[in-house]
DNA sequence: AATGAATGAGCCTTCATTCAT
DNA sequence: TATGAATGAAGGCTCATTCAT
C-alpha cells in the first residue's frame, strides 16, 4: 500500500524534527495527506506506527560488515577501521531518527525491545568475525570484547555525529581504531 | 525555602517511575503536598524545573576522581580502574533519573545543554589527570584521548547499568580496563 | 437473498452479547463474513438493521395462545397459567437480544413502534380470549383487564428472566396466577 | 459547589432530551456553561455522573408511602390505591430522565445496580407494610407478595407514564387496585 | 451485486497554565 | 506567599458512511 508508505515518511519526518512527543497523529495524517481514519487502519496506534519505523531502520542499517566480500589478508586494522566506518554510515541514514530512536528507547522498555534484539545481532555478527582472527587475540572472551567493542564504537560514533563539539572527527576515528586493535591484538604496528 | 525543595524531590520521585512526560505538573505539586499555585511560582513551568533537576544531579555527580588525594606512586591500572569505579559509583545515584536525563538530553538541545557543559567539564578533568602521564603515554592528543575514554566509560557504563541484558558485569569492567590501559600505555603489567 | 440473512444473524448474535450501541457496522459486516458495502446495499443503515431484526423476532414470538386448539372445558385456571408459560417460553428466543430490545424500545419513539404495535396485537388477542368468559368475569371493560393482565405477566416474566435476583421463580408463577385469576373471576378453586 | 450541580441540572436536561448515548460530554459542559476541563474534575467520566444523578434521583424519589403517617384504620383499599399513586408521584419527578435509567440499566449491569439496590429496599418497605395486615392476607410469602405488587405496579405506571396509548389512565388504576386487593385479602368489597 | 479503502466529524480525556481570592 | 478552581487547546481514537472499482 502506497498510503502506508506516505505515513511513514511523513512520520519519519515529522518525528525526526519535532520529536516522537511532540508529533500527533493527526499531524502525521495530514502530513502524508491522508485522513486520520486512514492512519487508524494502518496502524493500530502511534506506537505501533513507531515500532515499524525502528524496524524499517534497522533493517537497513544491519549488517554492518558482509564477512564474505572481505579479501583474505586483510590487515585487521582495516578490518577495525572498515567497521568503524560503517557504523558511521549507517548513522547516516535517517540520522535525526536514529537519535529520536536512541532516545525513546531509554523511556519504556517496550521501545527498548526492538533495539535490544538489535544490538544482539549486531553483537553475535561481531563475535563471528573475531572468531576469525581467534590465534591471534589477547582475551578468549570473544563476546564480551565484542559487546564492548560494539558498545564504544556506537557511543563513540553518535556522540560524534549526534553531539558534535568541535571535535576532530577524524583524529577520534583513528584514534578509536588504536584503542581497539591494541585492545585486541598481540602484536601491533 | 523548603517547599522549593519539596516540589524538587516530589519531580524526581515521579519523573524517575514514570518519565518527564508522563509526570504532569498538577501531579508533582499534589505528591510535594503544594499547591499547584505554589508550583509555579517557584518555577517558570515543567522545563525549568526538570533544568534545574539536572543541574543539581550534576552538581553532586561531577569530580569523578580528586587527584590531590591520589598516593604519588599508583599504578596506572589502578587510577583507570578507580575512574572507571567512581563513574559507576555517580550512576547509581538517582540511577532512574539520570536515565530519563540521558534520553531527554537526546530530546532537544535546549536538554542537553546542561550535560554537554557536564561532558566538557570531565573532559578537562581527565586531561589534566592524564598529563600527569604524559612520559609514559602512547598518544600526544591528550584531549581526544580523554574524550575517547569518558565516551566509552560512560557508554558502557550507561549500559550496564540501565539495560542489564545478561552480561557479566566484573567481566566487562576488566575488559575495559585493559582496553584502556593499553591504548594509555606502552609498557603494561 | 443469503447474504441479508448473515448479517441479521451477526448483527443478533452480537448485539446480544454487546449491545447496539457498542456493536458497530463494521464489525457485523466482518463477522458475517461480509464486506461493509454490502452490509450497506442491504440496510440503509444499523438503525434499518435493527428494526428489522425487531421486527422479525414479533413475528415468531407473537401469538401467544391459539385458542382454537384448547379444550373446550378447561378450568380458566390453567388458560392463565397457560398463558404465563407462553410468555415465558417467548422469552426465551432470542433471550439476550430481547433484552437489548426492551432497553432501546425505551429510547427513541422510532425504535418503540413495532413493540407498540405488537403489544396492540396481544392485548387484543387477550380481549377476546376472555371474551370466552364474559359471564364469569368480574369485571366488565375487558380491554383494560386485558391489557392490564398482559402488562403485569409481561413484566414480571421480564424481571425473572433477566434480573434474576434469587427470587423463587415457581413460587412468583404461583402466586401470579393466584392474583390474576381471583382478580378476573369471582369464584376461585 | 454550584458547578457540580449545574452541571448535574444540564446532564439531566439533556440526557432526558436525547439519551444518555447521544449526550456527550462537551455538550454537558457546555450546557451547564462550564468548560469541559470543569466537568472532569468533578466527575470521573461521564458513566459516573450519571450515576450520581440516578442515585440522586433514587434518594428524591424513594420511600413512597410513610407508614407512620398513616391512620390507624385506614381501609386496606385506600393503602393500596395510596401506594399506586405514589408511585405515579415519584414517576412524576424527572420522568424522561427515569425513562433513561430504566432503558440503561437493561443495558449494562454496572448501570444496573443502583435500580436493583433501590427496587431491594422498596420491596422491604413494602413487605413492612403487608406485615401489619399479616391476619387478613390470603398468602404467607409476603416477600414474594411485596415483590409481585411492586413489580406489577411499577410496570403499569411505568407503561402508563412513557408509552400512554390512548389508555384510560383513571379505569387502570382502578382496575390495579382491585386486582392487588383480591388478590391480598380474602373479604373484598 | 459486491468490495473495502478511505473519510472526517466528533467523542472522550488530559494537562499546562492562569488568576481571583 | 499560597491556594486551587477553572480553563480550553489539543491529542488519541472510533465508526457510520461513501464511492471508485
Same mark, same amino acid.
Do not use: C
Given at each position: 500500500?502506497?498510503?502506508?508508505?506516505?505515513?511513514?515518511?511523513?512520520?519519519?519526518?515529522?518525528? @525526526?524534527?519535532?520529536?516522537?512527543?511532540?508529533?500527533?497523529?493527526?499531524?502525521?495524517?495530514?502530513?502524508?495527506?491522508?485522513?486520520?481514519?486512514?492512519?487508524?487502519?494502518?496502524?493500530?496506534?502511534?506506537?505501533?506506527?513507531?515500532k515499524?519505523?525502528v524496524a524499517?531502520i534497522y533493517?537497513?542499517?544491519?549488517?554492518?560488515?558482509?564477512?564474505?566480500?572481505?579479501?583474505?589478508?586483510?590487515?585487521?586494522?582495516?578490518?577495525?577501521?572498515?567497521?568503524?566506518?560503517?557504523?558511521? #554510515?549507517?548513522?547516516?541514514?535517517?540520522?535525526?531518527?536514529q537519535?529520536?530512536i536512541a532516545?525513546l528507547s531509554e523511556?519504556?522498555d517496550?521501545f527498548r525491545e526492538i533495539e535490544m534484539q538489535h544490538k544482539t545481532n549486531l553483537?553475535?555478527?561481531? @563475535?563471528?568475525?573475531?572468531?576469525?582472527?581467534?590465534?591471534?587475540?589477547?582475551?578468549?572472551?570473544?563476546?564480551?570484547? @565484542?559487546?564492548?567493542?560494539?558498545?564504544?564504537?556506537e557511543?563513540?560514533?553518535?556522540?560524534?555525529?549526534?553531539?558534535?563539539?568541535?571535535?576532530?572527527?577524524?583524529?577520534?576515528?583513528?584514534?578509536?581504531?588504536?584503542?581497539?586493535? #591494541?585492545?585486541?591484538? #598481540?602484536?601491533?604496528?
Amino acid at each position: 500500500m502506497e498510503k502506508k508508505q506516505k505515513i511513514k515518511d511523513a512520520a519519519i519526518r515529522l518525528m @525526526s524534527e519535532q520529536g516522537y512527543h511532540k508529533t500527533s497523529s493527526n499531524e502525521i495524517a495530514k502530513e502524508a495527506g491522508v485522513s486520520i481514519g486512514t492512519f487508524y487502519s494502518y496502524f493500530k496506534d502511534k506506537k505501533e506506527l513507531y515500532k515499524e519505523l525502528v524496524a524499517d531502520i534497522y533493517g537497513v542499517v544491519t549488517s554492518p560488515i558482509d564477512l564474505e566480500e572481505l579479501p583474505a589478508d586483510i590487515p585487521v586494522r582495516d578490518i577495525v577501521h572498515l567497521y568503524i566506518s560503517t557504523v558511521f #554510515r549507517g548513522h547516516e541514514y535517517e540520522t535525526a531518527f536514529q537519535r529520536e530512536i536512541a532516545s525513546l528507547s531509554e523511556q519504556s522498555d517496550e521501545f527498548r525491545e526492538i533495539e535490544m534484539q538489535h544490538k544482539t545481532n549486531l553483537t553475535q555478527l561481531f @563475535s563471528n568475525i573475531l572468531g576469525q582472527y581467534r590465534e591471534e587475540l589477547r582475551t578468549e572472551d570473544i563476546r564480551t570484547a @565484542s559487546y564492548l567493542i560494539l558498545t564504544t564504537v556506537e557511543a563513540v560514533v553518535h556522540d560524534i555525529t549526534f553531539h558534535k563539539g568541535g571535535k576532530n572527527k577524524k583524529a577520534v576515528i583513528e584514534e578509536l581504531t588504536d584503542m581497539i586493535v #591494541r585492545y585486541l591484538f #598481540r602484536e601491533t604496528v
